[in-house]
């Protein structure tokens, strides 16, 4: 279980809005190695999203995928899509990103 807190720069999204969203989420992952430093992940999670695109602050859903690459035996590459579903506007985001992750 991954504990985020991440800014979204989400300048497209299925409902037809820009936003610029904040959000605090406890995220489950599923892991499956591919190769010896690659390994692909499943993430489904809840959270708390706000910004100036929304009213209110309010919370949501995520679901998303991708691969990490291992660098050292603490740092990894990561790319992968999320699709965020907030609950109480209907506002529905689909974006890419790329991270750096440290392991503890």
Do not use: C, P
């Not at 035996?73 to 999320?82: H, Y």
């Amino acid at each position: 279980v991954h504990g985020l807190f991440g800014y979204n720069l989400l300048l497209a999204s299925a409902s037809g809005t820009n936003a610029s969203l904040m959000s605090g989420s406890v995220v489950g992952r599923y892991h499956r190695k591919l190769l010896r430093t690659v390994t692909a992940f499943g993430a489904l999670g809840a959270g708390y999203y706000f910004g100036d695109a929304l009213v209110a602050a309010e919370f949501g859903v995520s679901v998303g995928a991708g691969l990490d690459w291992r660098v050292l035996r603490v740092l990894e590459l990561e790319a992968g899509t999320d699709f965020h579903y907030l609950l109480e506007s209907g506002s529905q985001y689909l974006h890419a990103h790329l991270g750096v992750a440290i392991r503890f």
